[in-house]
């Protein structure tokens, strides 16, 4: 390691190869806490490139408990947090809208970052057990359309990370690794960023991907579609903004958005919405998400055939079925 720190202090910047080969070292803990504490200090003086942070992608995919799922053709929702907007679980009830709609969605999530309640907070809270073992989320994926793998059980080389993480309470490029980090490699990908930079780091990663994918952020600092103002975005197909109207929606105050302060506040909301008993703002900002989630899996398909494909998916009940059918299946 000192050679390497040297080498970033000097003004280097790390290739792919090398990148993957040094946090590939770390997770197989071959570095103290204080080397990797000074390794992560490098990319807080100065950004991370897309060959670095696809190293590091690298490395993680490699090191985790792998699941193919390959076989269902797959989406992910999953945001990076740490847009500090403490919303409600938009990107969750997007799964679970998505899977109500037809599609096969292995959501990749973990405990809050940003907000008071992330997807496996919520999870946790409804009985749903995590699990690692390939058999149980192919039978979740096959009978209910949707399955969640909880983080951490997929990637146990982050524990030589998470006190040095904990310990410095910033940001680092870990951060920006989780929505790209999923051990089953679904086929379609929606991800939102917590900056514009991210974005363009986040397209030089995904470019030339076999992945459908959409990248976006909202202009006004959410990692998701929050129909507050203006949203970039970025797939394999093409790039641009997106405002409410082109959902069929009205803007949106950011206090409409907002999550509750504990785990039970989430919980009701999050139960709301998929009941459809959820504020107009808090339905509109799933559908506008999800309706982006369908055009991420079909290209072809105009937005506001998306739109409806998801309003349908909630006013139907289908979207809630299929949350109980997951919890209750457990």
Do not use: W
Request: aromatic share 10%.
């Amino acid at each position: 390691m000192k050679e390497i720190l040297q080498y970033l202090f000097d003004g280097n910047f790390l290739p792919t190869e090398k990148a993957e080969e040094v946090l590939t070292n770390i997770g197989r803990d071959h570095y103290s806490e204080v080397e990797i504490s000074s390794f992560l200090t490098v990319f807080l003086m100065r950004p991370i490139t897309a060959e670095e942070l696809k190293g590091f992608r690298n490395a993680l995919l490699k090191l985790a408990v792998r699941i193919d799922l390959s076989d269902f053709n797959t989406i992910d929702v999953c945001g990076t947090g740490g847009d500090e907007k403490n919303t409600f679980n938009i990107s969750t009830l997007t799964a679970f809208v998505l899977a109500g709609a037809g599609l096969k969605v292995a959501k990749h999530g973990n405990y809050g970052v940003s907000s008071s309640c992330g997807s496996s907070n919520l999870l946790e809270y409804f009985g749903y057990k995590f699990s690692n073992e390939e058999s149980k989320l192919k039978t979740e994926i096959d009978t209910t359309g949707i399955t969640f793998l909880h983080a951490p059980l997929f990637h146990p080389a982050m524990k030589y990370v998470a006190p040095v993480r904990r310990t410095l309470k910033v940001k680092t490029f870990f951060n920006k690794l989780g929505p790209m980090v999923n051990p089953s490699m679904p086929q379609n990908q929606m991800v939102g960023v917590y900056d514009l930079n991210v974005l363009e780091l986040y397209k030089k990663v995904y470019a030339n991907s076999e992945v459908n994918y959409t990248i976006l952020h909202a202009l006004d600092g959410y990692d998701e579609i929050s129909l507050t103002g203006n949203v970039a975005y970025a797939s394999n197909h093409s790039e641009g903004k997106l405002n409410p109207v082109d959902f069929g929606f009205a803007p949106l105050q950011p206090a409409e958005l907002h999550g509750g302060n504990s785990v039970e506040e989430a919980a009701e909301i999050f139960k709301r919405v998929l009941q459809n008993k959820a504020t107009t703002a808090q339905k509109n900002a799933v559908l506008a998400n999800a309706a982006l989630g369908i055009k991420t899996a079909h290209p072809k398909k105009e937005l506001s055939a998306c739109v409806e494909i998801v309003k349908e998916s909630v006013d139907s009940g289908k979207a809630l079925n299929t949350f109980e059918k997951l919890i209750n299946s457990q």
